[in-house]
Nanobody
Framework: HVQLTESEGGLVQPGGSLILSCEAY????????MGWYRQAPGKERELVAM??????DYADSVKGRFTISRDSARNTVTLRMNSLKPDDTAVYYC???????????????WGQGTLVTVSS
């Protein structure tokens, strides 16, 4: 059994910054990938940033503004968000693709979601 615990989002003014963190704990043997998705009101969930091994991918809309980092020893992932825009307003979800110590070996897990609101 694996769970993801996300830090709280919040209200940020346009141009401001916010850091989201996520920790995975449970029956983890290895972390295949870990990252963040978001879902804005009335829109589909979309990838924000993802780390898998040595590769990192960002949505075009956040490149140059957001930075994702991962601590493999602690099974945590951090998303640093700078120059926030109103369009970044969404519920942000942590995601992990995990190799478990128990069956089923491969497991995809989602966090509960945290709201980030960018508004003046």
């Amino acid at each position: 059994h694996v769970q993801l615990t996300e830090s709280e989002g919040g209200l940020v003014q346009p141009g401001g910054s916010l850091i989201l963190s996520c920790e995975a704990y449970g029956t983890i043997l290895a972390m295949n990938a870990m990252g963040w998705y978001r879902q804005a009101p009335g829109k589909e969930r979309e990838l924000v940033a993802m780390t898998a091994g040595s590769s990192i991918d960002y949505a075009d809309s956040v490149k140059g503004r957001f930075t994702i980092s991962r601590d493999s020893a602690r099974n945590t992932v951090t998303l640093r968000m700078n120059s926030l825009k109103p369009d970044d307003t969404a519920v942000y979800y942590c995601y992990a693709d995990i190799l478990q110590t128990t069956l089923p070996r491969n497991l995809e897990v989602w966090g509960q979601g945290t709201l980030v609101t960018v508004s003046s």
